[in-house]
């Protein structure tokens, strides 16, 4: 078996690599919700990365390594990932092409054209997007950036982790528990590769929508188990149909085990931290607070770091939010 180069050394790296290349994102905290919940929550608010979201580190990671010959990119996604790739292309001098579902929030297509991407659309109900990604490539002669399992992409998202060990260290917190989202799970083998090697008896747990919660019945069987993808959530950004084969191997031996939030709980997560964070969060980018709130584990009178990982939400759905009950 070949040796993963996700490391804690390889992440520290890539963050020297990013300095002033990417936002360093604050941890927030607030009375109200550590009262209400019974606990010391900090939230790493990811939603204020450029782009709104922490794939624009993976993006950046993995496109600051290639030759500079390489011009064309090639990446597909519900729309995140596809700003990651369209603005960290931009920024680098390269032109991106993202195949993307026709029904990606309007904000995240949006996002995409601004950065100068070339947009193909496709019906995620009848098509395959790596296929289609894929073709193109080849006619273009691009290099592929896929949304999660690639190495370099890992290793760009991991240093949202190293962040959160330098921030938490100058406050003298441990953190019992990490929150974090979950689709394909590369944020959560960055970030916990980071954290292990810093707080080894720290429990993370991977975060994700009800009905698509694939690596928490992978890591409960140990093997790599794929969603019906029959189901609808509001969550777009989180709906992968399985893990990725290196972001499981990494966090089947990392996490603790896996969570799932119904699309109720993250509108009602969504409003806690507009109201009470002044953030505004996308469903994907509310679930790991969504399970805090809902105490979907044990956190009383505990550290709990939450990793809020996107702000990129449609005005409807965010609405919908706010006609939600309080905490």
């Not at 019992?176 to 090697?197: H, M, N, R």
């Not at 019945?217 to 019906?228: A, E, M, T, V």
């Not at 399970?291 to 702000?311: C, E, P, R």
């Not at 939010?321 to 309080?326: F, V």
Request: proline fraction near 3%.
């Amino acid at each position: 078996m070949v040796k993963s180069k996700v490391t804690y050394n390889s992440i520290l790296e890539a963050s020297k690599r990013l300095e002033g290349k990417i936002v360093r994102t604050p941890i927030l905290q607030t009375k109200y919700i550590n009262e209400k919940l019974e606990s010391n929550i900090f939230l790493k608010a990811e939603n204020l990365q450029t782009i709104g979201a922490f794939k624009f580190r993976g993006a950046m990671n993995t496109i600051h390594q290639l030759p500079s010959n390489i011009k064309k990119i090639v990446a597909w996604s519900s729309g995140n990932h596809a700003q990651a790739v369209a603005a960290a292309s931009k920024i680098t001098g390269r032109q991106a092409t993202i195949v993307m579902p026709e029904d990606s929030p309007k904000a995240k297509l949006n996002g995409t054209a601004f950065w100068g991407a070339n947009i193909i659309k496709y019906d995620r109900n009848k098509e395959n997007r790596e296929e289609i990604g894929k073709k193109i490539a080849k006619e273009l002669n691009a290099t592929i950036i896929p949304p999660f399992d690639d190495e370099n992409v890992i290793i760009g998202q991991g240093t949202a982790g190293i962040e959160c060990i330098e921030q938490l260290n100058q406050i003298n917190i441990i953190p019992d528990i990490v929150l974090c989202c979950c689709g394909g799970g590369g944020l959560i083998a960055g970030i916990s590769t980071a954290i292990k090697e810093k707080f080894k008896n720290t429990k993370i747990y991977s975060v994700e929508p009800e009905n698509f919660d694939d690596t928490k019945k992978s890591l409960k069987k140990n093997f790599i188990i794929s969603n019906s993808m029959k189901h609808k959530s509001i969550c777009d950004a989180l709906l992968a149909e399985k893990p990725g084969k290196i972001t499981f191997e990494i966090n089947r031996l990392n996490l603790t085990s896996g969570i799932s939030v119904t699309d109720n709980e993250t509108l009602i997560a969504m409003k806690t931290a507009f109201n009470h964070l002044k953030i505004v969060l996308e469903p994907g980018g509310a679930v790991a607070l969504a399970a805090a709130i809902f105490k979907k584990v044990d956190i009383k009178n505990k550290n709990v770091l939450v990793i809020a990982s996107g702000g990129n939400v449609d005005k409807d759905i965010f609405e919908n939010c706010l006609n939600q009950k309080e905490i």
